[in-house]
């Protein structure tokens, strides 16, 4: 009797579950807060993802804005022949001054890599400060400015022949805003023996880095601590034996031509040394060849110049004081568009 009275109860409760199920209102009940908190989501993702394709419309939009800004530039330096690469914008005497750069650099490169057998075969015994490799690199860029027009003029140049009438040696100090500061550089310290301070990405460039290499030019790594106290230490060697040190203080280009912050090795390096560090200051560069352009796009021998200034003694001030008179000399002799912005 209580067996069947379950069985009764069981049913009925299962036939009012059924029931209740079943009606919508009963369905509302049970599954209507699910139902309602799916409604936000879905919202809400339909609104980030509208939010995600305006944002990437704007980037894209950013992008094509700054490619067409990029290809106005280039038109109004270079002409109406003028056109961007990846590696950098072209135009028909870019491409005179590619041409020659490279016809020279062949046999550039060869004098080189005969240089570099030179030195194996005879382990270094002749031409100990390798002088040869820096006599050719100087006839391959004086070469090359010359038939091209980008020769600079040359001021107070006369400051180096009476220095080196009395002095074996300096540290060159300049200002870096153009690939074409290296060659400018060479021209104005002449036919002496000197080394760059150069960083060791410029192994990868082509003949350019065989040159640095052969030359015995210093590498510097600016991620490797180890690198830099190396370059030091080459450095102040190099200067106590009478070679010159020729260093862009600011350790990079100026991508708008104005002087930047000085790094302090070149610096640690003339003070260690205790000879004087010359200022020369290049003037016009990054206007004949900006950085977004591979080559010059046009001669820049009349709007480009070194000026150099009067030797700056590294004896009895620190290093901090050296490398502020240094600083200042540079700026008393850039123009006002290169000059360091008031801060």
């Known amino acids: 009797m209580r067996i069947v009275s379950l069985v009764a109860l069981l049913q009925l409760s299962a036939v009012a579950v059924n029931g209740f199920t079943s009606s919508p209102a009963a369905s509302s009940a049970l599954f209507g807060s699910r139902r309602k908190a799916a409604s936000p989501l879905t919202s809400s993702s339909t609104l980030a993802i509208s939010t995600t394709a305006g944002d990437e419309s704007d980037i894209i939009s950013k992008a094509e804005q700054k490619k067409l800004a990029r290809k106005e530039l280039v038109k109004q330096e270079g002409g109406r022949f003028a056109f961007d690469t990846k590696y950098g914008a072209l135009n028909p005497f870019a491409i005179y001054y590619g041409l020659v750069s490279i016809s020279l650099g062949i046999p550039w490169f060869f004098a080189l890599m005969f240089c570099k057998f030179l030195y194996f075969v005879t382990r270094g015994k002749i031409d100990k400060q390798r002088r040869l490799p820096v006599f050719l690199s100087h006839v391959w860029g004086t070469t090359l400015m010359r038939l091209t027009g980008c020769y600079p003029k040359m001021i107070n140049r006369e400051i180096l022949k009476d220095y080196f009438k009395k002095e074996d040696c300096c540290m060159f100090v300049a200002n870096h805003c153009s690939w074409d500061d290296i060659p400018f550089l060479g021209a104005a310290v002449g036919w002496r023996n000197y080394k760059i301070v150069a960083k060791k990405e410029l192994e990868k460039v082509p003949i350019l880095g065989s040159a640095i290499r052969v030359a015995g030019n210093i590498e510097v790594d600016r991620t490797n601590r180890r690198s830099q106290l190396a370059t030091l230490k080459k450095g102040i060697k190099y200067l106590k034996e009478g070679v010159n040190l020729c260093t862009f203080a600011e350790g990079t280009r100026s991508r708008t031509g104005r002087l930047m912050k000085f790094k302090d090795g070149a610096f640690k390096m003339a003070h260690k040394a205790g000879v004087p560090v010359i200022p ?22 009349k709007s480009t110049s070194v000026v150099v200034g009067e030797p700056v003694e590294s004896k009895d001030i620190t290093e901090a004081e050296l490398s502020a008179k240094v600083r200042e000399a540079l700026i008393e002799n850039l123009p006002d568009d290169q000059k360091p912005l008031p801060k």
Do not use: C, D, L
């Open 280 to 301: 020369m200051a290049i003037v016009g560069a990054q206007k004949a060849h900006p950085v977004h352009w591979m080559f010059p796009y046009k001669p820049t021998g």
